[in-house]
């Protein structure tokens, strides 16, 4: 995710699936619409295809802006307000940046998958892009765009981190692994964030790891056992 800166009874046993030998295939459909519309997009920017460079009228339509959901800007179409909160998910700076999103979404989404299913996995990368752009727009001043998966990435991520911290609780196992591991999360964004001169979305990595931190019960299919009777 980032912000573009430089320019304008009985007991039942929940079954969890196997191991599959790459990602399901509604994952390579997300990464594929991302790398199409990236893909699109940078071939007009090198001047291969269309008159004009399409990279900013993509991102007037489809990422989100702050100063529209606070109503400090006009909306372009009807919609707009509401549409951002996902459309952004798909809109990138860069292929290097669409394929990072990209990687992690299809590693990390497999084994998410692969526990609760695709109709789950689909509702928490949605959930988690629409919480990415609320924590944008709540905790962000910024007039730039706001684009990138990394809000639903990181909705994945906050999941995983939340199964993890169960599962080690109900197995009596220290939890401090995760607990470093958050931090490592949140002291890495601060350190690109600085690096990249402001040009990292914090507000939105922390919105969709907010999802999918408290949202990682509720879509479970495999509850940690607990010791005892």
């Known amino acids: 995710m980032t912000r573009m800166t430089d320019r304008p009874p009985h007991r039942h046993h929940a079954q969890v699936r196997g191991p599959q030998a790459g990602a399901p295939g509604f994952l390579w459909g997300l990464v594929g619409l991302m790398?199409?519309?990236e893909g699109v997009v940078g071939l007009s920017e090198a001047g291969i295809i269309g008159a004009s460079n399409w990279r900013w009228?993509?991102?007037a339509?489809?990422?989100f802006w702050q100063p529209i959901f606070s109503g400090g800007m006009e909306p372009l179409y009807p919609g707009q307000t509401l549409l951002m909160f996902v459309t952004h998910a798909f809109l990138h700076?860069?292929?290097?940046?669409m394929a990072l999103n990209g990687v992690i979404l299809l590693a990390l989404g497999k084994f998410v998958a692969s526990r609760i299913g695709a109709a789950r996995t689909l509702l928490l990368l949605f959930l988690a892009a629409v919480g990415g752009g609320l924590g944008f727009a709540l905790l962000s001043a910024s007039n730039a765009p706001m684009i990138g998966a990394s809000g639903a990435v990181f909705g994945l991520i906050g999941l995983w981190q939340a199964w993890d911290y169960r599962m080690r609780r109900s197995a009596g196992l220290p939890v401090r692994p995760v607990?470093?591991?958050i931090l490592g999360l949140a002291v890495a964004?601060?350190?690109f964030f600085v690096m990249l001169g402001g040009g990292l979305a914090w507000e939105a990595h922390l919105g969709g790891w907010l999802v999918g931190f408290f949202l990682a019960r509720h879509l479970d299919h495999a509850p940690a056992r607990r010791t005892g009777h």
């Open 35 to 37: 790398a199409a519309i």
């Open 57 to 59: 009228p993509a991102f």
């Open 61 to 63: 339509i489809g990422a």
């Open 93 to 97: 700076g860069g292929f290097m940046h």
């Open 179 to 181: 607990l470093v591991a």
């Open 189 to 191: 964004n601060v350190v």
